[in-house]
Structures are given as C-alpha cells and as structure tokens.
C-alpha cells in the first residue's frame, strides 16, 4: 500500500473508534449530520430560487430593452414620414395644373420640400465639380478628354452624393477630366 492509501485507513480507523462510544453518541451525530444536510438543502433551494429569479430578471431586462428599441425606431420613422407629407402634398397640388410654368412652380417648391427635409435631418449635399476626384466620396463613372483641367479633377456631376453628419450617405456619380496630350513633335 501506498502512504496515502496508509494514511487514509488510518484516519478511517481512528474516525470508527471514535465512532464506536454509546448509542446515544451515535444518534446524537446522526441527528446533527442529518440537521446540516437539511440546512444545506435548504441554503441550495434558496441559491436556486435566486438563480431562477436573476435569470427571469435578466430576460425581464432583454425584452424592455427590445421593446424600447423597437419603439424608438417605430417613432423616429412616423416623425420622417410625417415630414415628408408636405412635400407630397405640395407634388399632388403640382400635378393637378395644366400650365405648364404653374407645374414647374409646384415642382420647384417640391423640390425645395424635400432639400428642406434632408437638411432638417443633417443631410448636406457633396461639392465635388473643381475638386479632384476623392474615391471615398465619389464613384467615376466615366472620364473626359479636356485641355481645360488637370488630371482627376472632377468636370461634371451626373448624381449628387450626400453626407448625414459625417457619414457618407450615398457618394456621388462624376465625371472625372483627362488631360488631352499635345503632339510636341
């Protein structure tokens, strides 16, 4: 046997002689051991139960915050939307003149709505014609053979790009210069 092994028996034997008193040592440390065990259940039923109400809380907490959320987006969608209203009542009002510079008047004041609502919201418009040509606000959609300009320099705006702070919304379509090369022969 090993030392441990040796050592194990020993502490057995020595607990069985001190075991081995009356009757009624015996029923006492039964009847104690059986009262720990009891409290120890009971204190792990408790341990459960908070468990149990942490976990509910915490689902509790998950689904305020999702229903929140979800609110949030719901309400900062109607505001939009409401205020996109005018614009198209302004379009319906438009379209139902048969003159032609009435039309145009109403398709101005259209417009004019929905540069007001996008401004309202943060959005700016990106200056790009004169500027050399940025990849990170602007998409070259094609380019043009011009002894007017430099190199990369952006010469027409086929679609405006947009900022919302400073992000880019959408980046605008342009037209970027290519300098024409002279014969110097």
Do not use: C, W
């Not at 302004?90 to 259209?110: E, I, K, P």
């Amino acid at each position: 046997m090993d030392t441990e092994a040796q050592a194990a028996t020993g502490e057995l034997d020595e607990a069985a002689r001190d075991a081995s008193g009356t009757d009624g040592d015996v029923a006492a440390q039964q009847t104690a051991l059986a009262g720990e065990v009891t409290a120890l259940k009971a204190l792990a039923d408790e341990r459960y139960q908070e468990l149990a109400y942490a976990r509910a809380e915490i689902d509790n907490v998950r689904k305020r915050a999702e229903r929140s959320a979800l609110e949030r987006v719901s309400y900062g969608r109607r505001q939009l939307l409401a205020k996109f209203l005018p614009v198209l009542d302004n379009l319906q009002r438009a379209l139902a003149f048969d003159d032609s510079q009435a039309l145009r008047g109403g398709l101005q004041a259209t417009l004019k709505g929905f540069e007001n609502v996008l401004a309202g919201e943060s959005v700016v418009t990106i200056e790009t014609v004169g500027k050399a040509f940025d990849p990170h606000i602007a998409e070259a959609i094609a380019t043009r053979e011009t002894s007017d300009h430099e190199d990369d320099v952006v010469v027409e705006e086929v679609q405006p790009g947009y900022r919302l702070g400073d992000e880019l919304l959408r980046p605008a379509m342009v037209i970027v210069a290519k300098h024409v090369a002279t014969d110097d022969r």
